[in-house]
């Protein structure tokens, strides 16, 4: 049964960073092309990044200089490392395998 777990969202103040994470038991992130996204209330769910199991990375042109996506094959799990980050990147967010599994999300709201 795979299940993906996120964490390391939380409050943080315009301009701060935070780092995601996303454990991921009974696959392997270093098997599929994983990816983050992301979602708010009343809206769609958007792409954030994504990583091949080749390593190659593209993202979302709000997402391009200010996000990084990693994975570390040892620990079966992949990150999202956020910078410079603005209101408009409040949402919850969620990390997938591309194979219709997702995790439940964690939120991040950026606010002073």
Not at 23 to 52: C, D, H, L, T
Request: charged content about 20%.
């Amino acid at each position: 049964q795979v299940q993906l777990m996120e964490s390391g969202g939380e409050l943080v103040q315009p301009g701060g960073s935070l780092r995601l994470s996303c454990v991921a038991s009974g696959m392997s992130v270093g098997a599929n092309n994983m990816g983050w996204y992301r979602q708010v209330p009343g809206k769609q769910r958007e792409f954030v990044a994504a990583i091949s199991t080749l390593q190659y990375k593209r993202y979302e042109d709000f997402a391009q200089g200010r996000f990084a996506i990693s994975r570390d094959d040892d620990k079966n799990s992949i990150y999202l490392e956020m910078n410079n980050l603005k209101s408009e990147d409040t949402a919850l967010y969620y990390c997938t395998d591309h194979a219709n599994h997702w995790g439940r999300g964690t939120q991040v709201t950026v606010s002073s």
